[in-house]
DNA sequence: GTGAAAGCGCTAACAT
DNA sequence: ATGTTAGCGCTTTCAC
C-alpha cells in the first residue's frame, strides 16, 4: 500500500506538506497542491484511517445502535442518517444490537467504547444505568433516536399526545367502539414507546367519556403478521365488534385491515383504522395514519452530533421533538348505523 | 481515556504484558491475568481500534457495501453478515451506496478504500471496470452476495435456473395463460438478476411450446406498491386475463395479490401466484414461492472471508451457489376451466 | 510556504 | 513468564 512517504518522495516535498495538501489546509501554495493531489491520485494513494484517527484523535465515522435493521422504522432513520454522514464525508458502523441478553454487553463493550467512533446515535433503545454510565464516561456526543431515555438526549415524537390525537380523529367521527392494538416490540426494547402510546389512547377515551374494554386491547408485536393474526381471531370472537381500530403502526395497521379483508369487512364502512407512522405501504393502503419523518430524525440526529464535534451551528443542541400530523385516507370514516 | 499505559502501571507489569493478558494470548500466567483484567475492567479500559490497526494491520472491522437497507433482501443479508461477525467480535461498517452517479465515486475513494476494513463484501451491486480494479489492487479479501459480477467471488441463488422452475412449476398445473412481473431493480444495480430471471421465464415457456405476450411482460419496479399498480392496470384492460403470475420477488408477487383483491379476482381460484424468496410477509399470505435465505447467504459470506483473513477452514472458498426450493403454498392451483 | 521531529497507543520481535 | 524496544502511518507543534 503506498503510503504518505511515498507521495512525499514523488512530489519532492516533506510528508508535512503532502498531509497538508491533501486535506486542504492553508498554508500550501496553490501549485505544490494541485501537484500533490495529482501525484497522489496517481498513486492510488489513500490516506489510512488508523494512523490519521490515532495521530488527530478523530475517528471520521459514527456509531449507530439499533435493534433492528429490518424494521421499517429504524431502516429509515438509518438512511436518513446515512444521508447526513456522506455529507460530511463520515463512516457508519452499524451495531446491530439485540434488546437485552445475549452478547449486548459483550458487544457494547469490546465494540462499541473501543474508539472507534467520535459519537453514537442509538435508535429505540433502552439502556441500563451501566451502560448509561459507560456512555457518558466514554465522553463523545450521543443522541437517541425514537423513544426518551432519561438522562441523554433525544429526537422523537410526543407518543403520548401522538396516539390521543389519532384516537381524538376515531371519536371525533363518531366511534366508540375502538380496539387499540399495542404490544411491546420485541426487538427494540425502549418500552416507552408502546407505553406512551398506550397512555394516550386511554387518555382521549377516558376524556371522551368512552370506556375502554380488556379484550379489546390487543398486542401485535409492532408487526403485520402478528397483528393480522391477532385482528383475526378477534373477528372470529362472538360478540359485538369494534367499529375502529388504532394501531400504534402503520405496519400492525396495515395487519388489522388484512383481517377485515379475511373476514370480509369493508374498509371504511364497516370498520375504521388509523396508524402511526406513514409506512411506505401505507399510501397504497389508503391507511389514515399520524405521519412522521423517521429519515429526517435520523438525518438531524446525525447533523446534531457532527455540529456538536465540529462546533457547527447545531452544536449543544438539546432534545428535540419531532412532529407527527394527521394524514386523512380512504381507511377513516363515521362509523355506519 | 485511560490508556495501556494506565493499567500497566497499576498493575506493576509493562505494557507488553497487558497487551498480551487482554488479548488472551500465551505466555501469561493465569494469576498475572486475571490481576491485569481486573484492573482493566476496574479502570474501564478498552484498548483503541485505531492503535491496535496501525500497530497490527488488522482493524477488526468489515465494510459491507449495499445499495438499499430498505429492501428485505438486502436486510436480511446485513442481519446475517451482523451474526457472523459478531461471533467473530468484527465491527460492521456499513456503506449505503446508490447504483451510480451522486457521490459512488467519492464514497468509494474517500471511505471504501481508507483501510477502515480487513476484507469487504457487497451486496446486490455491480461495479465498474475502474472499481473492480481498486478493489483488487486494495489486496483485501471481497465476495459479493446476490447475483455474479465478472472477477469477484460471489454467493447466489442461479437465477435462471430457479426462474426456470418457477414457471415449469406453473405450466405443471396446467397454466398456459401466464404473466411475468419483472423490472428493474432501481437501486441495486446489479441487472443480472431480473435479466436471468426473464431468461429462466422465457426457457420455460419456450421449452412448454407456450408463447408470450408482450404486453403480460410487466415491470414491477421490485416494490410491492409499484407492483400491485401494475397488475391493477392490467386488470383494468379489456380482454383475456392471465391465469397466473410468476413474479421475480415475492414483495411484487403479494402487491399482485393484492390488485386481485382490489378486484374481486379470487387466489388461487381465477389466479395463481407465484414468486422468488419467501419474504417474512409470505407464509401470512399463502405465498407460493422458491424459497431462498439471504440470511444465510450473509453469514456464509461474513465467514468466508473472516475465514480468508485468518485461515479458517472455509478459507480460499471460491463462488458458492446458494439454493432455492419450491415451497408451495395457497397461491397455486391448476386454472378453473 | 515548507520541513523536522515528537508523539498518538498500541503490537510484535527480540531479549531475558 | 515477563520486559524492552522499534515501529505502524499519520497529525501537529515548532522552527525556519
Known sequence: MTSIDDVAHASGVS???????LRGLPNVSEATRQRIQGIAEELGYVASSSASGLASGRTLAMGVVAPSVSRWFYTTVIEGIDSALRDANYDMILYNLASRGGDRERVFHRSILRKRTDALIAVGMDFTAAEREQLLSL???????????????????????????????????????????GGDDDEGLNRQVPLGRRRGFLDAMQAAGISTRDDWMMSGGFSLTVSRAVINELFDRPGPRPTAIFANSDEMAIGAMLAAMDHGVSIPGDLSVIGIDNHDLSESFGLTTMAQDPYEQGSLGARILLDDLTGGPLSRKTSVRATARLLRRRSTAPPQR
Open 139 to 181: 465522553g463523545h456526543p450521543t443522541i437517541m433516536i425514537g423513544g426518551p431515555v432519561r438522562g441523554i438526549r433525544h429526537i422523537g415524537i410526543e407518543e403520548r399526545g401522538v396516539a390521543q390525537e389519532a384516537t381524538e380523529y376515531l371519536i371525533s367521527l363518531g366511534h366508540r367502539d375502538i380496539a387499540h392494538i
Open 15 to 21: 510528508i508535512a506538506t503532502v498531509s497538508r495538501a
